[in-house]
């Protein structure tokens, strides 16, 4: 079980301290023991291909990797503790459309110093037919052993 403060600090830091976070409107949704649930709701600005249209990939891989780091967080024990993006893979496999983007995060491990994330980004009532999947590598930063 993650600890209360973890989970409150978490959400106000992806929510209200990134402002690029805050400009998209990305909110968190869940936080688990090593899993994160963002989304993202659909704005005009947010389209890439004005033809088809489809949501632009740099709003899909910016909701993944800040789900991505979200789950992360969850793996700290202190809110001291830092997490910063190493390298993020994003797949994309079919358009975005004109609606509320949901992204989830799992760890699937997270050592002393780097943490690597499975991604999924989806349109809601649609987890079977994601928009798109990735990979997240992230460095973690430690609060220093007190004695």
């Known amino acids: ?5 973890i989970v409150d600090a ?4 992806m929510e209200q301290q990134i402002p ?3 400009f998209l409107g990305m909110k968190v949704v869940h936080l688990g ?5 963002m989304e993202v709701p659909f704005r005009d600005e947010f389209i890439g291909d004005p033809f088809r249209p489809a949501l632009h990939g740099g ?5 993944l990797d800040t789900c991505g780091g979200a789950a992360v967080f969850t ?5 001291g503790e830092r997490a910063s993006t190493v390298d993020l893979r994003v797949d994309y496999l079919r358009p975005g459309r004109k609606e509320r983007l949901i992204a989830e995060a799992k760890v699937i491990r997270a050592g002393n110093k780097v943490a690597v994330v499975n991604l999924r980004a989806y ?19 430690r609060v220093a052993a007190r004695s």
């Open 20 to 22: 690029f976070n805050q």
């Open 1 to 5: 079980m993650i600890p209360e403060e």
């Open 33 to 37: 023991d090593g899993d994160a649930r």
């Open 75 to 79: 793996t700290m024990k202190d809110v």
């Open 123 to 141: 349109h809601p009532g649609e987890a079977d037919k994601p928009v798109a999947t990735g990979i997240g590598v992230y460095n973690i930063k």
């Open 10 to 13: 978490v959400k106000q830091f």
């Open 59 to 63: 709003v899909i891989s910016a909701l």
